[in-house]
């Protein structure tokens, strides 16, 4: 399943899930250069931010659903790159 396939498939209206689409775009516009070229981990990118963006409070807004969807997911790679390694959790 692809990002769009997930927003296409959510419980929405059908002016929701345009709206859900463009701010997916958007979104996704704004941080891809965050991901790299390596198509999987785009692609893991890509149905991360989608599923995050279904799963918020849908608003009228593009612009704040955007917002919350980069905000979402900054968060959670922060947690994500916050958490030790086995690497790094037995070194001193």
Do not use: C
Not at 32 to 55: E, M, S, W, Y
């Amino acid at each position: 399943m692809d990002a769009y396939q997930i927003i296409r498939s959510a419980p929405h209206a059908p002016a929701t899930l345009k709206l859900l689409r463009k701010a997916f775009d958007e979104a996704w516009e704004s941080i891809a250069g965050n991901f790299g070229d390596q198509p999987q981990t785009i692609q893991a990118a890509r149905i991360k931010l989608a599923k995050i963006l279904v799963r918020l409070p849908t608003k009228e807004n593009v612009e704040q659903m955007r917002t919350d969807a980069v905000l979402r997911m900054a968060r959670d790679y922060q947690v994500i790159d916050s958490q030790p390694t086995a690497k790094t959790a037995g070194a001193s």
